[in-house]
């Protein structure tokens, strides 16, 4: 079978949240099952300077707006999947990030830039294929950045590939003034309720999934949850009357690359077998973070993009309640600036007991997740979500909320699955202020128990987190649509 990997963001080459881990992982379990897989992603300058073995593979031509790009050929560092960059230095060399300037603003010609992703995506699924002897069986676009493909390949007439649109995040549509229509070449036939228009905009994400012959989430809750209301961001209709084409797959985590027993940017490492090290890296953490190094402070810990989805608007109101318990918290984020500002203001007051940093970090992001006690992630509606399952393998038990993700890989701790050794973290029964805050000192009750706090540990540890069980039911999902 041969697949090709849409998306606009893969680690290690180019990461923002989520989506970059699970296309750096995904393609690599399906690649490690046999399969012939290609990752197509914009040649963003730091992609180009990554790639392992970069050589021009193809020039494609008359594509809207910008004539022509060539591709380039390589291969993803480590895990060594094949890669196809598009270069074209008019929409992708730029400074700043994948999809905004170095103020943080969107750029204005980001329907262009995917556009033309999504076109290269569906050129490569033709039969005519710029790519001698490769013509996917299956494209598998990602989120709204690569959903136009779809459409495209419809519009072309091209039968032999089957699409496929996973959804990430149903709170990023792609939406644009409809006057792209003609600039991305689009039909005007399509711009209508039963086509990609939205609101009287065009919308990349509903084009994918109106045209799109499969549609997958990446959690069993989540793909029942966006067909309501309250999670659907308008596109529930759409999506209930696809019902039957929607599959909830629960993401997998990279063991590798987030494995405390050999996690390159600790110094300390340890495992389930070696539980009592983790108190060395906390005190590490503390120092390297100007906290007092105090091993009974219950360490909270949060990595995150900081937007109301995060629901860290309602850690911040506790915030100082829990500080008085006599706990210290650690966070890495950046987002929305009254968040920011909240946090830096709360660092002021508590400057032993508290630490913020703003901005992005990998490293940081990892002696986060091994250094910390609990993590806190009360997210008010989360796909899937990954650093749960990064403080399951840390032995760091997350506090979540009950949605998407969360709710399909977080079991709570209750006296029942205490003994039936099932608990791995804390799930808040009602997504408040107060709900946060009882869960999260219904925790510290358990951080006193040492020996039930480290049950909670090791059955977080102990569970397999990989790929392979997410990768075997792509693979089935894509064989049921070849064999239509
Ligand atoms: P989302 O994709 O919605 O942001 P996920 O939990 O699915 O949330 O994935 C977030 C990913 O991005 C994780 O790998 C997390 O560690 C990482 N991340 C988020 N913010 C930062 C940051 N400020 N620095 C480093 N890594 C971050």
Request: with cysteine; hydrophobic share 35%; aromatic share 10%.
């Amino acid at each position: 079978m041969r697949i090709l990997f849409v998306t606009s963001e893969a680690y290690p080459l180019i990461k923002t949240g989520g989506l970059a881990d699970v296309s750096g992982s995904l393609p690599a379990a399906i690649a490690e099952m046999g399969e012939d897989i290609r990752i197509l992603i914009p040649g963003y300058p730091l992609v180009l300077e990554k790639l392992i073995n970069p050589r021009v593979l193809a020039s494609i031509s008359d594509l809207p707006v910008i004539n022509s790009v060539t591709i380039i050929s390589g291969e993803m560092p480590e895990t060594k999947v094949p890669v196809l960059a598009i270069n074209c230095p008019s929409l992708y060399q730029r400074a700043g990030g994948p999809y905004v300037d170095t103020n943080g603003v969107d750029w204005g010609d980001n329907a262009l830039r995917f556009g033309i992703l999504s076109k290269i995506a569906a050129i490569l699924g033709t039969s005519n294929s710029y790519i001698q002897d490769w013509i996917p069986d299956i494209v598998h676009c990602n989120d709204w950045q690569s959903a136009l493909t779809p459409a495209y390949l419809k519009f072309m007439g091209v039968e032999h590939a089957k699409s496929v649109v996973s959804i990430h995040n149903m709170a990023f549509q792609g939406c644009f003034p409809s006057n792209w229509l003609s600039q991305l070449e689009l039909p005007y036939s399509c711009y209508q309720m039963n086509g990609l228009e939205y609101y009287g905009q065009i919308s990349f994400l509903k084009a994918g999934l109106y045209y799109c012959d499969v549609i997958t989430t990446v959690s069993p809750t989540y793909a029942k949850e966006i067909q309501t209301e309250n999670y659907g961001f308008g596109m529930q209709g759409l999506l209930s009357h696809r019902s039957h084409e929607i599959h909830g797959i629960l993401n997998g985590i990279d063991i590798h690359e987030w494995d405390p027993s050999k996690d390159h940017y600790l110094d300390t490492h340890y495992s389930h077998k070696s539980l009592d090290k983790k108190r060395e890296v906390k005190q590490s953490l503390q120092k390297q973070l100007d906290l007092t190094v105090d091993n009974d402070a219950p360490l909270l810990g949060i990595v995150s993009r900081l937007t109301y989805q995060k629901g860290l608007d309602m850690f911040l109101s506790v915030a100082e309640k829990i500080l008085k318990q006599g706990c210290q918290i650690a966070l890495l984020g950046s987002g929305e600036k009254k968040l920011e500002d909240g946090f830096i203001a709360l660092k002021m007051k508590y400057p032993d007991k508290v630490s913020i940093n703003i901005g992005y970090n990998e490293p940081l992001s990892h002696a986060i997740m091994a250094g910390s006690d609990l993590f806190i992630m009360p997210s008010r509606f989360e796909p899937c979500g990954l650093n749960q399952m990064y403080g399951l393998r840390y032995g760091t038990p997350p506090v979540v909320t009950n949605t998407g993700g969360l709710a399909d890989s977080i079991r709570d701790t209750t006296p029942e699955s205490i003994s039936k050794h099932e608990a791995t973290g804390f799930v808040m029964d009602n997504v408040s202020e107060q709900g946060l805050l009882s869960s999260i000192q219904r925790a510290l009750g358990y951080y006193e128990n040492k020996e039930i706090w480290r049950g909670i540990q090791l059955n977080g540890m102990r569970k397999d987190l990989s790929w392979k069980k997410s990768a075997r039911e792509y693979l089935a999902i894509y064989k049921t649509l070849l064999a239509k």
